[in-house]
């Protein structure tokens, strides 16, 4: 029984541990974007996994490249790691229809998402996150005694 007494100490340790690691991210992630940006209990890599995901359903690759590495559009790791909040926020709500960047201000969903999209490309330009989707770790809660 001592094994089996120390593989569960061990076992609830690396779960304490991760919980801790995951509020810590949560914390990181509200702190980086601004309000609202980690939905409550949301790892910075779920929001991150939620700007990634909303990229690809507005198809953001077919101008600005496979990685958002920039193709016909520009590097939008790049314009993130090098401008201000408030232009990628103009640009993306106003864009400019003569370069052919669309209008997505009266998209709800693009409005709802851009911190999340925002996010995902500030943690790439960091360089804390490599190209496709994000790993997302579980956010776990304490059991309740």
Request: contains cysteine; hydrophobic residues 45%; positive net charge.
């Amino acid at each position: 029984m001592p094994a089996q007494t120390s593989s569960r100490a061990v076992c609830v340790a690396k779960i304490g541990a991760l919980a801790v690691w995951a509020l810590g991210q949560a914390a990181n992630a509200q702190a980086q974007g601004g309000a609202e940006l980690a939905r409550p209990g949301e790892s910075a890599q779920a929001v991150a996994l939620r700007g990634w995901q909303a990229l690809r359903v507005m198809d953001c690759a077919r101008c600005h490249g496979r990685n958002y590495a920039g193709a016909s559009g520009p590097d939008l790791v790049a314009a993130v790691r090098d401008g201000p909040r408030e232009r990628f926020d103009r640009w993306m709500l106003e864009c400019d229809i003569d370069r052919g960047m669309p209008v997505y201000k009266s998209q709800p969903f693009v409005v709802s998402e851009k911190d999340a999209m925002y996010a995902y490309l500030r943690l790439r330009a960091d360089g804390r996150i490599g190209t496709g989707p994000p790993v997302v770790m579980p956010v776990l809660r304490a059991a309740e005694p």
